[in-house]
Antibody, heavy 122, light 107 residues
Framework: EVQLVESGGGLVKPGGSLRLSCAAS????????MYWVRQAPGKGPEWVSC????????YYADSVKGRFTISRDNAKNSLYLQMTGLRAEDTAIYYC???????????????WGQGTLVTVSS | DIQMTQSPSSLSASVGDRVTITCRAT??????LAWYQQKPGKAPKSLIYAASSLQSGVPSRFSGSVSGTGFTLTISSLQPEDFATYYC?????????FGGGTKVDLK
């Protein structure tokens, strides 16, 4: 089955760190650009970060630049998001998502995980 | 950054109604626009890409179009499973941005 499964969310204090993981299965993970998209409670989705197939290129939203790091391990079919300096406004469900097209990205998402909740609160 | 504005933010409709949702961008994004459907507690699901192309497996009652500076998502005959929130997303350039959403509920 083609799927993405996130893990690693939880409750963390402001200023703390967390590492999210996304396990991919059922498709050739190494062929796709991958993304993290988050959604704060009651809000619309917000793109967070993107990584190219070979990790050569990474992109970040200004709101997380310098605090979050996206990475991937193609041998383990896994995507990661290392989050540091967490703030209350980072509270959201974090989804990993796949680009619709192999190798040459289109930058929209045809496959999403179920999401993992990150809560930043003292 | 390109801002995406959806209207209305919510609407009430009945089964069988024709529903139209509009999305506008603050600059020209050509046809680099996708539409998603999201139900409570679930991840978004892709419906339309390239403004008017139907994603595989999506019912043909969903359609997308470009009109002037705006984009439209139309549901030709609303079905019970279509009650949800709909979002547009531009992928013309980074940062990728979404509209604020349109919630479709039962009249």
């Amino acid at each position: 089955e083609v799927q993405l499964v996130e893990s690693g969310g939880g409750l963390v204090k402001p200023g703390g760190s967390l590492r999210l993981s996304c396990a991919a299965s059922g498709f050739i993970f190494s062929s796709y650009y991958m993304y993290w998209v988050r959604q704060a409670p009651g809000k619309g989705p917000e793109w967070v970060s993107c990584i190219s197939t070979s990790s050569s290129y990474t992109y970040y939203a200004d709101s997380v630049k310098g605090r979050f790091t996206i990475s991937r391990d193609n041998a383990k079919n896994s995507l990661y998001l290392q989050m540091t300096g967490l703030r209350a406004e980072d509270t959201a469900i974090y989804y990993c998502a796949r680009d619709r097209r192999q190798y040459q990205p289109e930058n929209w998402f045809d496959l999403w995980g179920q999401g993992t909740l990150v809560t930043v609160s003292s | 950054d390109i801002q995406m504005t959806q209207s209305p933010s919510s609407l009430s409709a009945s089964v069988g109604d024709r529903v139209t949702i509009t999305c506008r961008a603050t600059q020209d994004i050509s046809s680099w626009l996708a539409w998603y459907q999201q139900k409570p507690g679930k991840a978004p699901k892709s419906l339309i890409y390239a403004a008017s192309s139907l994603q595989s497996g999506v019912p043909s009652r969903f359609s997308g179009s470009v009109s002037g500076t705006g984009f439209t998502l139309t549901i030709s005959s609303l079905q019970p499973e279509d009650f949800a929130t709909y979002y547009c997303q531009q992928y013309h350039s980074f940062p990728l941005t979404f509209g604020g959403g349109t919630k479709v509920d039962l009249k």
